[in-house]
Structure formats: structure tokens, C-alpha cells
């Protein structure tokens, strides 16, 4: 099965900055993938999502300016780039790969069948 690797994640001030990497065992033609996350009370929530083969980027209204997803295809791999960050994007953040073919990627969770165990986000005011 597919399996998704996490990292990066840590604990910085506000106005600081972080970069998390997914490493995929599997991204085929076709997929997109995103990044998540999910704070103790909260649902899940899309932050930024990417179409494998277009490279077509979406985000969420909350990150958009501040965050930028990336790909390399040939490593399978995907990253998120978080500058000035605030105590609100305190999470825990997941990365996933859609179940089927994608053709726009978006920030629902609808579409995402596989999913990574997770890397702490936390930011101090």
C-alpha cells in the first residue's frame, strides 16, 4: 500500500519559518496531492493542495501569500514552504495523495485516500 512520510515539523516563534517534506512511496499518474491540518478541536482542514502532472497549485484562504507547495515528481516527494507564521497555524499537519485520478487539485478532503501519520507544527506568540 501507499505509504506517506511527514517531516520538518518543530516548534518556532511567530513571524518564523518552516519547510515540511512528504515523501511518497507511491505518486501516480494522474494523482494530486496536499497538505492538512488539524488542531485538538478542530476538523481536518485543507491548506494547500497540488496537480502531479500540471503542477497546478490551490490554497487555502488562510495561508494564500504565505505558503507555497511544491513537487519533484522524480523523488515522489512534496513540500510546504510556511512563512510568517502565527499561533493560529499551530497543528498538526498531514500529507495526502488522492484515491483516483485528480484532475484540479483543491483543499477538500474529499478525493483523499491515503494518508501520512502526521508532523507537529507549533508556533509561540
Known amino acids: 500500500q501507499v505509504q506517506l512520510v511527514e517531516s520538518g515539523g518543530g516548534s518556532v516563534q511567530a513571524g518564523g519559518s518552516l519547510r515540511l517534506s512528504c515523501a511518497a512511496s507511491?505518486?501516480?499518474?494522474?494523482?494530486?496531492m496536499g497538505w492538512f491540518r488539524q488542531a485538538p478541536g478542530k476538523e481536518r482542514e485543507g491548506v494547500a493542495s497540488?496537480?502531479?502532472?500540471?503542477?497546478?497549485?490551490r490554497y487555502a484562504d488562510s495561508v494564500k501569500g504565505r505558503f507555497t507547495i511544491s513537487q519533484d515528481s522524480a523523488k515522489k516527494t512534496i513540500y510546504l514552504q510556511m512563512n510568517a507564521l502565527d499561533p493560529e497555524d499551530t497543528a498538526m499537519y498531514y500529507c495526502?495523495?488522492?484515491?483516483?485520478?485528480?484532475?484540479?487539485?483543491?483543499?477538500?478532503?474529499?478525493?483523499?485516500?491515503?494518508w501520512g501519520q502526521g508532523t507537529q507544527v507549533t508556533v509561540s506568540s
Open positions: 495526502a495523495l488522492s484515491r483516483d485520478y485528480c484532475f484540479m487539485a483543491t483543499v477538500s478532503r474529499d478525493g483523499y485516500g491515503y
Open positions: 507511491e505518486y501516480p499518474y494522474g494523482r494530486c
Open positions: 497540488i496537480q502531479g502532472n500540471t503542477g497546478t497549485p
